[in-house]
């Protein structure tokens, strides 16, 4: 398969196969194991004949070797300039096993319609790789230093892309993800592509601890930092029902129920999630080594920083089970990590594949969601779906002193005709074009009908001072937003000047800005949407400003789609608030709470549920 990958590669590469036992040239020899053992022989052939900088890729099977192979060379202190992995559900995942030829084909059949016949030599190999895979799973995982990029296809039904992007937790380098079209063996079709994603992963700068300068921070204003609760309420510890009955067999002498936890655990994935009648007991676990003396699990708002030790979990006596439980409503979602011992740097759930991207520079988190947590329809692609195309741009900014990057989405078919296309306005654009894609969003909702074809526009943030400082009500941004940045989109991309096709969204102090900019620009947006809005911002001494402005203000037709989590972090008065003084002044307000903290977590759904009740409202072509 990868020897057509020659002609499609730039000279100063080398592309060098591995021939598992049992194929081709090497079909008289019985199939591998299992991974590591690829992996040993792999790694004693690497040593021994190469010095050249190293990237690895792996698809299926390939995967998992490719990533036991990825740790040898770090042990050996030649760690990989590049792990690609596709295909293929994290490593701390198990597979699935075929117990027979003819389940194995099914398996297969599943995977691609054009599976070879289960008489075929093709169809055994493969068989065998199934097998090999499917057994494998680390309960724990060892993180490499090394960036990884993980592919997969949109219709491949075992490697799923919440599964696939739990790859995010082996590493604690720059991690990527690539969804491209096609199901298990889309990168037969999909080659070239799949080899120019690799050749430019392969070939950008590799960063080394220490080496990247780091530019001097300028402090946050102090307006712009909220006012946290000192606490996030009552202790909601609790007993897990599964580790008490756990800890009492072990007591009786039951040693094979610790085997059987981890068996269950490499399964089902963690945190542990027991539903009750009204809330849920979720526990946290971790797999601790010989030397573990500590764990603490930070997560979205049940973590106490006035009381730290609340956040510590317990040792079952005498194993490597660390755990610790909370009682949550069961509808409840929230993003986690880990601190180990004395580590600087929290870390992922290596037990969990479903993981909330981060950028490059920040540690990635994992993401817990109870039994009757609400769907997150919208934000994971679908085969089969038309895909917009998200590009980037520079708009002149005189208002902010300089350009300003933007990103822009353009619905599928699109078509530059003035005055056609909706348009919506996101803030935090790096954030929702980088680790939450929300053209995936964008394109299930047009996909579906709930929303129309529109063009969505995404400006950057610019960096933690700069956004602190322009999403504060701040009248040069409202400016830009409203001279600069929509009538060079209706320019270009064929956008509407109609205030009623015209939204604009925003996250925490996204939000307020949103808010901000609908009350200076009554006549440029018509809705505004908010998760989890910082309205409690204050000005001159003044709580709550842009509550009283709203107050003091004629009201416009300007619809708000208002949403914030029940356990935010401060006090929930000033949404309360401020819807209240919409509704007074006789806005359109659709308000809502979300069983959840001031979260990505839940904002990466929540954004699709207001578009798709902003498009239930009635927006529509012009």
Known sequence: MFST????????????????????????????ANPGALADELVRELLDSTDKPLALFGHGLGAVVAYELALRLQEAGLP?????????????????????????????????????????????????????????????????????????????????????????????????????????????????????????ATTSPTPTPGSTATAKKRPVPATSVPPHASSPGPDRTTTSPRIARLRAGLRDGRQDMLATFWQEISRTGTPLIEPGPTADVVTFVWRGEPGTRRVQVLANK?????????????????????????????DWRGSYQFVVDDARTPRA?????????????????????????????????????????????????????GARRVWVYTPPGHRRVHGQYPVLVVLDGDMWTGELR???????????RLLPPLVALLPDSAGPYTRAVEYACHEPFAAFLGDDLLPWATDRFGTTDSPRQRAIAGQSLGGLAAAHAALTMPSVFGAVLVHS????????????????????????????????????????????????????????????????????????????????????TGWQHT
């Open 438 to 448: 929300i053209e995936t969003t964008l394109d299930t909702l047009i996909a579906k």
């Open 80 to 200: 990989p300039r590049l792990l690609a992995v596709s295909g293929r559900t994290a490593p701390h995942c198990f597979g699935v096993v075929p117990e027979s030829a003819e389940a194995a084909h099914e398996l297969l059949r599943s995977f691609d319609a054009a599976a070879p016949s289960h008489q075929d030599r093709a169809f055994a190999v493969t068989q065998a790789d199934f097998v090999t895979a499917g057994r494998y799973a680390r309960p724990s995982v060892t993180a490499l230093d090394c960036p990884v990029a993980a592919f997969t296809g949109d219709g491949d039904p075992r490697a799923s892309v919440p599964a696939v992007a739990g790859w995010r937790s082996v590493t604690t380098g720059p991690f990527t993800l690539t969804v491209l079209p096609g199901g298990h063996f889309y990168l037969i079709p999909e080659q070239a592509e799949l080899v120019a994603a690799l050749t430019a």
């Open 302 to 330: 049940l973590h106490d920083r006035a009381c730290p030790e609340r956040s510590l979990l317990c040792q079952v006596p005498d194993t490597d089970i660390w755990h610790l439980s909370y009682q949550v409503p069961a």
């Open 533 to 616: 809005g910082s309205f409690w911002w204050t000005d001159d001494d003044q709580p709550e400003q842009l509550t009283r402005r709203y107050a003091d203000s004629p009201a416009s037709a300007t619809q708000f789609h208002v949403d914030a989590g029940t356990h935010e972090g401060t006090r929930p008065d000033p949404t309360d608030r401020f819807v209240a003084a919409l509704r007074k002044k006789g806005y359109p307000v659709h308000a809502g709470r979300f069983s959840g903290g001031h979260d990505r977590a839940c904002w990466l759904g929540g954004l699709g549920e207001q578009l798709a009740q902003l498009g239930a």
């Open 349 to 401: 759930d290596p037990l969990n594949p479903l993981v909330l991207p981060a950028p490059a520079d920040r540690p990635v988190k994992s993401v817990a969601a109870a039994s009757r947590a609400p769907a997150q329809r919208f934000c994971w692609p679908r085969p089969g779906l038309p895909n917009g195309a998200l590009t980037e741009h520079r708009v002149d900014a005189p208002a902010l002193g």
């Open 5 to 32: 990958w020659t002609p499609h590669l730039p000279e100063h590469i080398e592309l060098l196969a591995a021939q598992y036992p049992g194929r081709e040239d090497r079909c008289s020899e019985p199939f591998a």
